[in-house]
């Protein structure tokens, strides 16, 4: 269950399925027994299915500003510290012991570009809070809190999951966990033929995203 909640807009809750594939990751939202909401990353390429507004939102992650492709599905699942580029700016930080655990100090590379971060561990070493900050300032990009640690079937994970935004916030509760069956590949979800489709440099298409997101910037 994900529920969101951006400014004055208020809270809403939507149950999901989160489904991922080495760099590949699928998202679908429901509103009650209404799918509302597709979201699929294939390696550079991102597709967003509004489905109450019929529209449909495609492009390529640009590399030259966010977190790039690679962190955006890492973010989406910050779970899984497993990727390489993860694993690697990890080892490389500084760390330091604090009350009830430890804090480690390093910069995640991305997209060719460096953003420091810094993660909180318990005593355990399970994640407790990650923030990461934009390049060359001190901006927090993102975010991220964990709950206690469960095991599920298909391995231990947070109880639950929050992303904090300067104007948002969302919570994913993790209910169930388990091994999906293999795919050959990934497929976006489609697009009406009457629905309204943006691409993702597009205007408009930014200034949803920005809604969606809960910020007025993603530089």
Known sequence: ML???IGSRGRSGLNTRWASDGDSLAIVAYAGPVRAFDATVLEDSVYIALRPYDLWLEGLVPSAEGFGSDG???????????????????????VEPVEGGYRLDGEFS????G???????????E????????RNDERTLVTVRYGP???????RVPRWIEWS???ARMRL????????????????????DDWTILTLEDPLARDILERILGSEELR
């Open 72 to 94: 955006l599905v890492f973010v989406a699942r910050p779970w899984d510290f497993s990727p390489s580029w993860v694993r690697s700016a990890i080892e490389r930080a500084r």
């Open 3 to 5: 529920s969101v909640d």
């Open 110 to 113: 991305s997209a060719g570009k």
């Open 127 to 134: 994640p407790v809070r990650l923030r990461i900050q934009h």
């Open 173 to 192: 509760e993790i209910e169930e966990q388990s091994r999906g069956k293999p795919l050959s590949r990934w497929i976006p979800p489609r697009a009406g």
């Open 115 to 125: 953003h420091p971060f810094t993660l909180e561990l318990n005593s355990d070493a």
């Open 149 to 155: 640690v469960r095991r599920f079937e298909y391995g």
């Open 165 to 167: 935004r300067p104007s």
